[in-house]
């Protein structure tokens, strides 16, 4: 196993555990952290193994961390115009 599938792996525990406790700010600076240390983890494992792999490692972490998926996604439909109005 690489380091870089081994660091993948205990990022996703870590998040795991953090996850678990309860935090004021809703995890949203734990957040930020794990996602600037996360792309370069992904960087390396897309290069040492497969695009394929660090895909699914990004489905992983996406599904620990779904709400800044949401907000982002939520930004995206805001800024592109997609998003419908909510007009009665």
Not at 12 to 27: C, E, G, Q, W, Y
Not at 28 to 57: C, D, R, T
Request: overall charge positive; charged content about 10%.
């Amino acid at each position: 196993m690489t380091i870089s599938i081994t660091a993948a792996f205990v990022w996703l525990i870590v998040a795991n555990l953090r996850a678990m406790f309860p935090s004021k700010d809703h995890h949203w600076k734990f957040a930020y952290g794990m996602i600037a240390i996360g792309i370069p983890i992904l960087i390396g494992v897309a290069i040492q193994n497969s695009i394929w792999l660090a895909l699914v490692l990004l489905c992983m972490g996406a599904w620990i961390m779904r709400w800044p998926v949401v907000y982002l996604w939520r930004w995206i439909k805001r800024v592109t115009g997609m998003e419908t109005p909510s007009d009665p």
